[in-house]
């Protein structure tokens, strides 16, 4: 069973750098969600794709945050210009679409990419 | 907006005793909720959903929780602990007829000892 890939699985870089990380889903899924993480709190939202589209970013995801899916397979989160406060883990999930136009459907979280700004 | 409030940030358990992880929501309309567990280093692994029906769910790993509308709360329940159970669990609730975020709580680290 091939669960959701990320990569990579950490990140250093100097300030003002641009970075970009990489999440393979579950092949079958259509949904694809990115999250960030920081020590103590749980993930928050960021974005989410159902096949190549992007239906949902919050307002956490600044202009410096651009996310991509192009095919509906992979996706791409790209940070520009990094800031101190970029420091975090970033999740990606994926999941089948439910019924109704809810999430029923259990996301199943990659390992992270976990970012450190110097 | 949804919200979840994990009130614990810690629990400890003997190994053997029972273990419950509270968490309580709040959401517009009828609720999709969620466990997760995160070990050190790992992504979240799904444990248990409740979506409609029967107010006890059953999950992974022997864990079930208690759906209580009027509580407005999603009890993590665990009749009897293991050491490898420690870890940090996270509730979390979607909104049904819309809406494909979920909102997590700030988490409840299990502490299992022997």
């Known amino acids: 069973d091939t669960g959701v890939s990320q990569d990579p699985r950490h990140k250093i870089t100097k300030r003002g750098q641009n970075v970009t990380f990489r999440c393979d889903p579950i092949s079958e899924h259509n949904r694809l969600y990115w999250y960030r993480q920081t020590l103590g709190q749980g993930p928050e939202f960021l974005t989410y794709f159902q096949n190549e589209a992007q239906l949902e970013k919050s307002r956490l995801l600044s202009d410096r945050f651009s996310a991509e899916r192009p095919k509906g397979s992979f996706s791409t989160l790209e940070i520009q210009r990094t800031e101190q406060g970029d420091s975090a883990m970033y999740l990606c999930?994926?999941?089948?679409?439910?019924?109704?136009?809810?999430?029923?459907?259990?996301?199943?979280f990659g390992d992270g990419t976990r970012l450190s700004i110097l | 907006a949804q919200s979840v409030a994990q009130p614990e940030d810690q629990v400890n358990v003997a190994e053997g005793n029972p273990l419950t992880v509270k968490c309580t929501y709040s959401?517009?309309?009828?609720?999709?909720l969620f466990w997760y567990v995160q070990y050190p280093n790992r992504g979240l692994q799904f444990l248990l959903k409740?979506?409609?029906?029967?107010?006890l769910v059953k999950g992974s790993y022997g864990f079930e929780a208690e759906f209580n509308k009027s509580q407005t709360s999603f009890h993590l329940k665990k009749p009897s602990a293991r050491v490898s159970d420690s870890a940090w669990y996270f509730c979390?609730?979607?909104?049904?007829?819309?809406?494909?975020?979920?909102?997590f709580g700030t988490g409840t680290q299990l502490k299992v000892e022997l």
């Open positions: 959401v517009s309309g009828n609720p999709y």
């Open positions: 409740y979506i409609t029906g029967d107010n």
């Open positions: 979390a609730v979607s909104p049904t007829g819309g809406g494909n975020k979920l909102t």
């Open positions: 999930a994926s999941s089948l679409s439910g019924g109704g136009g809810g999430s029923n459907q259990p996301q199943h």
